[in-house]
């Protein structure tokens, strides 16, 4: 039991404390959300196509959450996307949220991010990670579901919304594309 907690720990980390520019160039900092209860982090990259696939699922989310104290947010720590990149999927996907640029990826790299598409709930006072997988599981890789089995993001938030913890146990990796370390502030 005590291993199982040991790993379940290390794989829900903590998020460092940031000040990061979104794609319209505003300075973003981790204590501005203090008031929220929590924060939704969806990993972006842009052009990955999983991704890109699950932002109207974010998007939707966003939108049946939009009466709770939460906060929606992306971050991208792809190093190969500049902001007039970021900028111009905000404009596609229609994303009127801010999308946090993670240029040396320590952000990323504090909170174990692997890969694009992965969903954190975090608590922006303690900086707890409470949940990390996918939106859902209807994307693959080379595989697309016309029908949503499991829910996986919306129930994370409805059971820490009633003040229970998450089984990680019940969810699987996220889907997505690989989120390389190349900055020298992570890779020494």
């Given at each position: 039991?005590?291993?199982?907690?040991?790993?379940?720990?290390?794989?829900?980390?903590?998020?460092k404390?940031?000040e990061?520019?979104?794609?319209?160039?505003v300075?973003?900092?981790?204590?501005?959300?203090?008031?929220?209860?929590?924060?939704?982090?969806?990993?972006?990259?842009?052009?990955c196509?999983?991704?890109?696939?699950s932002?109207?699922?974010?998007?939707e989310i966003?939108?049946?959450?939009a009466?709770?104290?939460?906060?929606?947010?992306?971050?991208?720590?792809?190093?190969?996307?500049?902001?007039?990149?970021?900028?111009?999927?905000?404009?596609?996907?229609?994303?009127?949220?801010?999308?946090?640029k993670?240029?040396?990826?320590?952000v990323?790299?504090?909170?174990?991010?692997?890969?694009t598409?992965?969903?954190?709930v975090?608590?922006?006072?303690?900086?707890?990670i409470?949940?990390?997988?996918?939106?859902n599981?209807?994307?693959?890789?080379?595989s697309?579901?016309?029908?949503?089995?499991?829910h996986?993001?919306?129930?994370?938030?409805?059971?820490?919304?009633?003040?229970?913890?998450?089984?990680?146990?019940?969810?699987?990796?996220?889907k997505?594309?690989?989120?390389?370390?190349?900055?020298?502030?992570?890779?020494g």
């Amino acid at each position: 039991l005590l291993s199982t907690i040991a790993v379940a720990d290390d794989y829900l980390k903590t998020i460092k404390d940031f000040e990061l520019q979104d794609q319209l160039g505003v300075t973003h900092s981790l204590a501005e959300y203090a008031d929220k209860d929590y924060i939704v982090m969806y990993v972006h990259g842009s052009g990955c196509p999983i991704a890109c696939l699950s932002v109207p699922s974010y998007l939707e989310i966003q939108q049946q959450y939009a009466n709770k104290n939460i906060e929606f947010l992306m971050l991208n720590s792809f190093i190969q996307d500049d902001i007039t990149r970021i900028q111009q999927e905000a404009k596609e996907f229609n994303i009127n949220f801010s999308i946090l640029k993670d240029i040396d990826q320590t952000v990323a790299h504090s909170m174990g991010i692997e890969r694009t598409a992965e969903v954190f709930v975090i608590d922006p006072r303690t900086r707890e990670i409470h949940f990390r997988g996918p939106i859902n599981d209807a994307l693959g890789y080379e595989s697309q579901r016309n029908e949503v089995e499991n829910h996986y993001l919306i129930n994370a938030l409805e059971t820490i919304l009633a003040g229970d913890v998450v089984n990680m146990d019940d969810i699987p990796d996220s889907k997505g594309c690989l989120v390389g370390f190349f900055h020298p502030a992570v890779t020494g």
